[in-house]
């Protein structure tokens, strides 16, 4: 299995609506099908999260939950 850091293309992530103005925040990047993969964005070469599909639904509507 290939590594983000060894593939041909990069992949196209995206950050955090909820990011703060000192960088405090994560990326996301929808991977093969049923991938997420989550990163911190001030650690950029460090571990990611993996995540499936729907392990990470299951977070985020547990997130969503504690806000409420």
Known sequence: ????S????????RR???SSVQGNC???VNRRPCEV???DSKQR???VLRFTDR???HLL????GRRN
């Open 1 to 4: 299995m290939a590594t983000l």
């Open 6 to 13: 060894q593939e041909t293309h990069a992949p196209t992530w």
């Open 16 to 18: 955090s609506s909820y």
């Open 26 to 28: 994560v990326e996301v």
């Open 37 to 39: 993969v989550v990163r």
């Open 45 to 47: 070469a460090c571990a």
């Open 55 to 57: 392990e990470w639904t």
């Open 61 to 64: 509507v547990a997130l969503v």
